[in-house]
């Protein structure tokens, strides 16, 4: 091999003293430079924010001005004779209360009276003079024009804004910039409608900043603001540097009455602490600059002498290693550093024969085993990373191992993060005897990947170096996290399920107890009003989407809190604010803009909503009972017009009556607590009786008479439902078996009896067996039996269904459409189900009489269902009137307070024994 030619002997050394000096010497420089910038930037910045404090105090001077002066206009504004004066007018007022020394002892140059049409009544302006002279009208034009307070005084007056508002700012008038206050005027008891307006002006330049200068750290003025010559407002605030960088100046702009940019204050202050600090870091520059300078010469020269013959000696003994001449040892003689060198290269060339080979033989396995593990393979020596295959360049997304090659071990392990891995950290762990870790790696697209990481010490150049092993977790990790977000979210809308929702809830209260917070989370509890008939309409698919529409929307409406699904159609809100009016702020927005139609797959689709507002009380001292007081909440807040119920004290109450009926409705029904009432229905052509209808009621030991209204919604809700129809079922059949029996042996027709079943009724399978039993066991003819069932229950109808009500009709028993005319689509439920019998609802009957348009509806309901072959009940019949317009359009029965209330078996059985219109009962 041909060697070429080494440098000459003096080379080396020379370079490596001139280097050595020049570095020293660049470093000084550079650290001085440096030091010099960053002191003169916090300096400046320093004084930058001095001079915008000051900026910023002779702008809350002017604001204390403008509201003191609106506040001391009350008393003037609430006395008797200025509301005198601006209601019926006041020719003396003038000379009784305004002159010159009341006007200079109030602070005011002006004082105007403003009648309720906005009207000036009376005027008046401190003169040079020393005395008061009327409003000059170029005075009086300025200040009622769109620039001064016109436009505000215009909308009090035809009631764009509360005549009980009031303000103060600033105004521009002949040049000055005057301070304005605009206060209502009513009389001393505060009681009387505001009767016109008090005007105070005052000159704002007369007294600032003049008058503030002992308190103004910096000098101030106050300009009228000029859009031509300021392009661009959002500059401000601005600091700027003037009179040759001697001082520094802030401008901010002043928003004048009618909110629009009016004034420029300015305050300026001299730059004495940067300039001063410019001269002593210049100076202690320059000199250690000089300092470094001349050590570095001298560290240059001696090292030039010194060191330089050594390095001749070192560079004759490489030249021979290179040029092979193992023979040739080199001169180890002296004690110091270069002849350790000269020792261990001569050690060196003895062994290097030997020792080649071996290593050649290891390395070659090594390799194969390396690259082919199916393992990230990284090896780290002093925090770099000195080898790597190609399977960590996949995991990492690396181009292959050898990119890794040389970088330290931070860029793919950070320091930061839910699991780091340090070299310190690795290192600790290996002396510890710990092996495997969980940790997240940097990738070349700067993600995370989860890993699996095992380390095993080795030696590598005579040093502690470090295998890792990686195996890449991302699939699995993946997969933990599905099941994490399946167990904790809603699958549908993809927000918090009701467990994990509870579960924040009650953090957040612990939260703000323990922290002494004061604030505490309120709750937003959202019910989707009659969601089970949109469902039904539009099929499964289509209601998961419209659910994931009203997500949307709710989180649009309240961009503060934590939304979860709480049950099929119920959503609840955590919010966390400081103020308690906030909730009912949001609960507003939300069912204003959930009853907008939502567009979802093409389809227009209308909701309407109910929100419960909790806010956390003694009342509602657990997240259990925040939830179970939000649920009541929505169902009192269907019976209000907004459709918002705050949980107060009231609706605590009612609760607790809620709560004591739903821990006694299963044994009411079962102990028979809950029994039928009867309210008989009379044939229109005789007005007689011809059959009852059955109506659930409950006298509870506590709480009295309870409401169908509130308790068979919750049998519902609770699925007793069920339960408590067959009860009423059993009940009415036993009624009307034993009233036949009794009119029979009277020689009198028999009665028909109408039962109520809901929805869930119908999908039970005992339906069809338990009517069978009831007929058979009280011997009563089907077609006494009439079912009614609602408009809602058919919509969205099952196969199931509409099974149970054919089976029903081929048994003989009758149906009957309750309520009709309330519910989607009435006329396709005449047409498209086997019913009998028509119940027009009371909303037709209460119609007649007041409008022509209600009793022609009625007049088509009937022939309409005449011609399907069906009878007519017309219900809610209060009135003489009402009585006569149905028995002249032929319906066949009636039902109402007119004839009967619901009445008890033993005031049915006297009402259906005797004579009808000579036993009516009216409790």
């Not at 939000?630 to 009612?654: P, V």
Request: proline share 4%.
């Amino acid at each position: 091999m041909r060697i070429k030619d080494l440098t000459p002997v003096n080379r080396l050394s020379t370079l490596t003293a001139l280097l050595f000096g020049v570095g020293l010497f660049a470093i000084s420089a550079i650290c001085l430079f440096s030091a010099r910038y960053f002191f003169l930037m916090n300096l400046n910045d320093i004084e930058q924010q001095q001079i915008l404090q000051h900026n910023s105090e002779a702008e809350s001077v002017i604001n204390i001005l403008v509201q003191s002066q609106g506040k001391r206009a009350y008393d003037w504004a609430t006395w008797d004779e200025s509301y005198q004066l601006v209601t019926v007018g006041d020719d003396a007022y003038r000379d009784r209360n305004l002159y010159y020394e009341g006007m200079k002892t109030l602070d005011l140059d002006m004082m105007v009276f403003i009648d309720h049409q906005g009207e000036i009544v009376e005027s008046v302006m401190a003169s040079a003079a020393h005395q008061l002279d009327d409003l000059p009208v170029s005075l009086r034009n300025q200040l009622m024009s769109d620039d001064g307070i016109g436009t505000f005084v215009d909308a009090l007056v035809i009631g764009n804004v509360p005549d009980s508002d009031e303000r103060a700012g600033l105004i521009v008038m002949d040049g000055d910039i005057w301070i304005i206050s605009v206060t209502p005027i009513r009389d001393s008891l505060g009681e009387s409608p505001v009767g016109g307006w008090l005007v105070w002006g005052r000159y704002l330049s007369t007294v600032f900043p003049s008058h503030y200068e002992s308190i103004l750290a910096a000098k101030s003025s106050l300009s009228v603001f000029s859009p031509e010559k300021v392009k661009d407002i959002t500059v401000f605030p601005l600091v700027q540097v003037e009179d040759s960088g001697q001082s520094l100046t802030a401008c901010r702009l002043l928003d004048g009455f009618n909110g629009k940019p009016l004034a420029v204050l300015k305050s300026a202050q001299e730059r004495t602490v940067f300039l001063e600090g410019n001269k002593l870091i210049t100076w202690l520059a320059l000199s250690i600059l000089s300092a470094s300078v001349v050590i570095g010469l001298i560290t240059m020269l001696v090292f030039r002498l010194k060191v330089g013959v050594r390095f001749t000696e070192l560079e004759k003994g490489l030249e021979a290693v290179v040029k092979g001449q193992y023979k040739t040892r080199m001169n180890v003689e002296g004690n110091d550093e270069f002849s350790m060198v000269g020792e261990v290269i001569n050690q060196i060339l003895a062994k290097s024969s030997h020792t080649y080979s071996a290593l050649n033989d290891v390395a070659e396995k090594f390799e194969a085993l390396y690259k082919n593990s199916n393992l990230g393979l990284l090896m780290i020596l002093d925090d770099k990373v000195i080898d790597a295959n190609d399977t960590i360049a996949r995991i990492l997304r690396y181009p292959s191992g050898a990119v890794l090659i040389g970088q330290p071990l931070l860029n793919l392990c950070p320091e930061l993060g839910s699991k780091p891995c340090t070299i310190e950290m690795l290192y600790r762990a290996a002396e510890k005897g710990e092996r495997h870790f969980d940790v997240e790696m940097l990738a070349a697209d700067a993600s995370l990947i989860p890993c699996k990481l095992e380390i095993t010490p080795i030696k590598q150049q005579n040093s502690d170096a470090l295998m890792l092993s990686i195996k890449d977790q991302s699939q699995q990790k993946e997969q933990e996290g599905l099941i994490e977000q399946l167990e904790k979210h809603d699958p549908v809308t993809g927000v918090m399920n009701r467990s994990t929702l509870f579960e924040e809830l009650a953090e957040q209260m612990k939260v703000s107890e323990k922290n002494d917070i004061l604030f505490s989370p309120s709750l937003l509890y959202i019910r989707i009003e009659r969601f089970n008939i949109v469902a039904g309409a539009f099929g499964h698919h289509m209601a998961e989407q419209i659910l994931v529409a009203a997500t949307s929307e709710l989180k649009q409406i309240v961009d503060i809190g934590t939304l979860g699904r709480v049950s099929e159609s119920e959503f609840a809100f955590i919010l966390n604010t400081n103020s308690r009016f906030a909730p009912y702020r949001y609960a507003r927005a939300i069912v204003s803009a959930l009853e907008q139609p939502l567009m979802v797959e093409g389809l227009e689709v209308r909701l309407s909503v109910s929100v419960g507002v909790v806010l956390k009380t003694k009342m509602t001292p657990t997240p259990e009972a925040m939830m179970n007081a939000g649920e009541y909440s929505t169902y009192r807040a269907g019976y209000e017009k907004s459709r918002i119920q705050l949980f107060n004290e009231k609706i605590g109450e009612q609760f607790k009556s809620h709560i004591v009926i739903q821990r006694d409705m299963a044994r009411a029904i079962r102990d028979g607590d809950i029994y039928p009432k009867f309210q008989p229905l009379v044939k229109a052509a005789d007005e007689q009786i011809c059959g009852f209808e059955a109506l659930a009621r409950w006298h509870h030991p506590e709480l009295g008479e309870v409401s169908p209204a509130q308790f068979i919604p919750m049998a519902e809700s609770r699925e007793l439902i069920i339960a408590l129809g067959c009860v009423i079922l059993e009940k009415s059949c036993e009624f009307l078996a034993k009233v036949n029996r009794m009119r029979q042996e009277c020689g009198l027709g028999l009665l028909t009896m109408h039962v109520n079943l809901s929805s869930p009724h119908f999908s039970d399978p005992e339906l069809l067996p338990t009517v069978k039993s009831c007929l058979k066991r009280y011997d009563i003819r089907p077609d006494m039996l009439t079912i009614e069932i609602t408009e809602s229950m058919l919509i969205g109808s099952t196969h199931h269904v509409i099974h149970h009500m054919q089976s029903l009709k081929s048994m003989g028993v009758k149906l009957a459409l309750d309520d009709f005319g309330t519910g989607y689509s009435a006329l396709n439920s005449l047409c498209e189900f086997p019913l009998d019998v028509v119940k027009i609802d009371q909303s037709f009957v209460k119609r007649i009489g007041i409008d022509h348009q209600g009793e022609i509806l009625m007049s088509n309901i009937v022939r309409m269902s005449k011609a399907l072959g069906l009878s007519t009940v017309a219900e809610g019949v209060e009135t003489e009137g009402q009585k006569l317009a149905l028995q002249a359009l032929k319906i066949e029965e009636l039902q109402g307070f007119y004839f009967y209330q619901p009445m008890s078996q033993q005031e049915c059985l006297q009402a259906a024994l005797g004579s009808p219109l000579a036993s009516k009962w009216v409790s």
